[in-house]
């Protein structure tokens, strides 16, 4: 089996990276035995890209490996640490290429050197607890889980980008042509079908430069697929200018330069879309025996139906000059017509809105919910945590899809399944009933952060209960002296006098230590 060197045409099936997935970490430090969460949230999955190389002429690549996948987003890390970013996948795909879906709608032509199109966008990283900690809910015990990368599968279809198209039937020289008016060097015998691909050749008038492309050759019937004509004329959708290329000397019996135009012309407009483009004639192949005087018995039937007619020789290059000069003509006409293109980044799917809108219908099966917001929270939720699954079931609450549910008709025990059918998740509708783990406290609430400390609890009561332990021991104090005064003293005295406790001790005080 040959291997093919040329394609035009290929389906890719391309699969963004995944983000990365959140953590649920608690800060651990000495003396801190609850010292919150931090963790990290996940980083975005990388997007795939399609990106106009000029070094790039084929789809070949993709035909022998039809399946890309881009990077997914690092997971986060406790003390606040983020994922990293999975590495965008640019695909480097040849000027004039359509992407399309397999249903045949056109996404984006890609034209301009360098213009980029976001195909499929990487998947967003999932919340640490760290960013999901509040004031209700302060050391979550769970995190949220990346989202998947998009994943589609796309029609590459390569039309060449070329100012000039030469078109006509197989051996009518114009591959030799190609070659006689540019560098390009395609393969050339005296077979048909010698070209299987199409050709490109850079051509200089002056200042002018452009493009001219050598389609191979066209048959009757090329319209519906027969000899190569099906799968190449897509080539010369985007020419400015069509040259008919016609054998002035072929040897094939009821064939002649006038016949093969109608026949091409024929086969142009079955395909579509070709009849506005300006048309020159080349009667090639005038130095052969024969060949100028079947020319010379054409040339006026041609230019009768308003045709610009050139006799030339590619073998010898007799008349190419003229006609190259006006190939130019034409072309710089419809350059001028032509606003000049700015190169952009396309993106496939812009990001949609955050809406709150969902829907809620009955199905056979229960009872289905679709929304931006619910399909969403439902993919990040990790259904092997409770905690997360209880503030999952929070949110589904404030959004409104229980009231909504409840608004028609659902009863408990009902099947509700939230996304689209191939991945849906499926609940028991159970209202009003919280779902955080032995419902100790609100759903996704840390219990244990709610209880004050031990230490700050007993100094608390202590500063309470002061004034009323002063006052008890002030009473027990008079009681004792009523009771003994001889031990504890009078229960008034004045300061100074005999009575007074401590002036005795003042006294035995001087007379140990009397100064100077």
Known sequence: MAVPTFVDQVTLRVTAGRGGNGVASVHREKFKPLGGPDGGNGGPGGSIILRVDQDVTTLLDYHHSPKRKAENGGHGAGDHKNGSHGHDLVLPVPAGTVVALPTGEVIADLVGPGTELVIAEGGKGGLGNASLASKSRKAPGFALLGEPGEELDIVLELKVVADVGLVGFPSAGKSSLIAAISRARPKIADYPFTTLVPNLGVVSAGDVTFTVADVPGLIEGAADGRGLGHDFLRHIERCAALVHVLDTATLEPGRNPVDDLDVIEAELTRYG???????????????????????????????????????????????????????????????????????????????????????????????????????????????????????????????????????LGAEEGDAVLIGHPDNAVVFDFKPGIDAGAENLSRRGQDERFQDERPAHHRRREIQEHLPERAEGETRADVARRLDRPEEYGPLAYEIGSDEDPDASDEEAWLEQDPGE
């Open 273 to 407: 879309g070709l009849a506005d483009r300006p048309r020159l004639v080349a009667l090639n192949k005038v130095d052969v025996p024969d060949g100028r005087e079947i020319s010379s018995m054409v040339l006026d039937e041609l230019r009768k139906r308003g045709l610009r007619v050139f006799e030339i020789s590619a073998a010898s290059g007799e008349g190419t000059r003229d006609l190259i000069y006006a190939m130019a003509e034409i072309v710089m006409a419809a350059r001028a017509e032509k606003a000049a293109e700015v190169v952009e980044r396309i993106v496939l799917r812009p990001k949609g809105i955050d809406s709150d809108e969902f829907t809620v219908r009955k199905t056979g099966a229960g009872w289905r919910v679709r929304g931006v917001k619910p399909e969403r929270w439902v993919r990040q939720t990790d259904f092997s945590n409770d905690e997360a699954v209880g503030f999952l079931a929070d949110r589904l609450n404030r959004l409104g899809v229980e009231a909504k549910l409840l608004e």
